[in-house]
């Protein structure tokens, strides 16, 4: 049942570019690792060789001791290995059970055999604990529901070894619970299991052993109870980090008022939501997923209807009825779904950068030059790695995709920033960077709002954090009120 994996001297090039110099280490069966590197290490490559989605440019990876050369991702399925992709890899106008079963069709006959299709369907999604019907068309489903479909997918698979790119990024606390308790199962029925991840936290709790990456080479291994998670950030970064979150600069008394939001409602999602943030304030959203953030923000952005609400910019109303309107009024609001919203990942990473602006200031020409300038300060500010500055979005890490929406979103130069989930997938050097980045805009006099379902950044970040439950807004915490148990008590209906 187990398997065991030795990589020996995998080389990866893309073009002239290489992100793989010679990784070598191997894997005991029947444990689970964490795959640790910042955003760019390369760790999703060396896992698509393994999974048959790439080619090693030389080097080679032996499956029980034996060379393997997987002519595609169906070939490694076949010898047990399974990769749930970082980017969903569904096909959105198809159904769950058609996405599960997608060239792997069960049949009677010559016929599909959907009936059985669709009740195997329903007993994996009950393992992973959605509770959606398998006709569900996938692109009904919200981030976290096709994170869970995948997971459903690749048991259906019935992997020995299981590689797991992110999974948690956009699940909620007990979604993750039910997916470390599956991990445990499936460890227990001796599958080995890769777990890449920036929430070191996780790592440390489901992990046996970590393996860090740097820069496409292997640098460290240890098991994970003799290692500290500062120990663990420093190894990946290569460098010692210090304090993750800037000073808070306090709000000038006098500060006007940047975004007025009163009695804001929306139908099934929202009721009555008031609030102010002030420039230079930095504002925080937290609350269970579900409880309305994400659709208060889309329905002031004109991306979902209202039935009532007041919205004022800089003190003028302002009936938004598009993000482009938005953005014209000096907001701009990065989605948290960045593949779907957020970039066009087909396009360059320079017509990423300057679509928006374009839109909010019409120039009549397209100016290449300035372009250019923007993306090599965009790549220097933001630390986006890409060996080529010509490739499309579509190219860069999870990681670094993430950190060119930000990049985009606040290109036009808006006075009220509302990120959604920022840090998302983002390696622990970059997030720091994130959050210096974020306490810089407001100092400028910017008014940023952040939702996050991470509590220690809230907290890290904002001067105050409204909490919403079930689409109402249940407390407004100023600094000295912003702990862990406050915020869970709000944000459960506990207090
Ligand atoms: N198809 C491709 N074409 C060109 N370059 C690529 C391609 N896929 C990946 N790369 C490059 O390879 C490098 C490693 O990327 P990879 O996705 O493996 O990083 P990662 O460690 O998974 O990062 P993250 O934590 O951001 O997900 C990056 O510089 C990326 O831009
Ligand atoms: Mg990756």
């Known amino acids: 049942m187990s398997l065991a994996v030795r990589f020996d001297d995998i080389r990866k090039d893309f073009g002239p570019v290489r992100v793989l110099h010679g990784v070598s280490f191997e894997l005991a069966p029947g444990r689970i690792y964490g795959l640790l590197g910042e955003n760019g290490a390369g760790k999703s490559t060396l896992m698509k060789i393994l999974a048959g989605y790439e080619h090693a440019s030389s080097g080679e990876v032996l499956v029980d001791g034996a060379p393997q050369h997987f002519d595609g991702s169906r070939a490694a399925e076949a010898a047990g290995i399974v990769l749930i992709h970082q980017e969903f890899n569904l096909a959105e106008h198809l159904t769950i059970a058609q996405n599960m079963y997608l060239g792997h069709e069960k049949r009677r006959g010559l016929l599909l055999d959907d009936a059985a299709m669709r009740a195997d369907a329903k007993r994996y999604l009950a393992q992973v604990g959605l509770s959606k019907h398998p006709d569900t068309k996938v692109r009904?489903?919200?981030v976290a529901e096709k994170q869970m479909v995948e997971i459903a997918k690749a048991l259906s698979r019935r992997a020995r070894?299981?590689?797991?790119?992110?999974?948690?990024?956009?699940?909620?606390?007990?979604e993750t619970?039910?997916?470390?308790a599956l991990m445990a199962r499936l460890k227990a029925d001796?599958?080995?299991?890769?777990?890449?991840s920036h929430k070191l936290d996780e790592v440390e709790r489901i992990t046996d052993e970590v393996i860090v990456m740097r820069d496409g080479r292997f640098v460290a291994r240890s098991e994970t109870a003799a290692l500290a998670r500062q120990q663990m950030a420093n190894l990946m970064v290569?460098?010692?980090?210090?304090?993750?979150?800037?000073?808070?600069?306090?709000v000038a008394a006098d500060a006007p008022v940047a975004l007025r939001v009163e009695d804001l409602s929306v139908p099934d999602w929202v009721d009555t939501l008031s609030f102010e943030v002030r420039a230079g304030e930095v504002f925080g959203?937290?609350?269970?997923v579900g409880a309305g953030r994400t659709e208060a923000f889309e329905a002031i952005i004109g991306l979902r209807k209202r039935s009532a609400g007041r919205i004022e910019i800089a003190g003028r109303r302002a009936d938004l009825k598009s993000p482009r309107d938005a953005m014209r009024r000096g907001l701009t609001y990065l989605s948290e779904d960045r593949k779907g919203k957020g970039l066009h990942v087909s396009m360059s990473l320079q017509d990423n950068l300057?679509?928006?602006?374009?839109?909010?200031?019409?120039?009549?020409?397209?100016?290449?030059?300035?372009?250019r300038a923007a993306l090599t300060e965009a790549v220097r500010e933001f630390g986006i790695r890409t060996g080529d500055l010509n490739s499309r979005a579509r190219m860069l890490s999870g990681g670094n995709q993430q950190k060119l929406a930000l990049a985009k979103f606040l290109q036009p130069n808006p006075d009220v920033i509302v990120l959604d989930e920022p840090t998302r997938g983002v390696d622990i050097g970059a997030k720091r960077d994130i959050y210096f980045l974020i306490h810089r805009l407001a100092s400028e006099g910017r008014a940023v709002i952040v939702i996050s379902s991470e509590l220690i950044e809230l907290i890290g970040l904002c001067h105050r954090v409204a909490v919403m439950r079930t689409g109402k807004l249940q407390a407004t915490l100023g600094l000295d009120h912003l702990t862990e148990e406050e915020l869970?008590?709000?944000a459960t209906g506990t207090h």
Do not use: C, N, Q, W
Request: glycine share 6%.
């Open 140 to 142: 009904d489903l919200i």
């Open 161 to 174: 070894l299981l590689i797991m790119d992110e999974p948690t990024a956009s699940l909620t606390p007990s």
């Open 177 to 180: 619970e039910r997916l470390f």
């Open 190 to 196: 001796g599958v080995t299991i890769i777990y890449i």
């Open 238 to 250: 290569g460098r010692e980090l210090s304090d993750m979150f800037p000073d808070k600069a306090p």
């Open 285 to 288: 959203f937290a609350g269970l």
């Open 354 to 371: 300057t679509l928006m602006t374009l839109e909010r200031y019409a120039h009549p020409l397209l100016d290449l030059k300035a372009g």
């Open 488 to 490: 869970i008590a709000h």
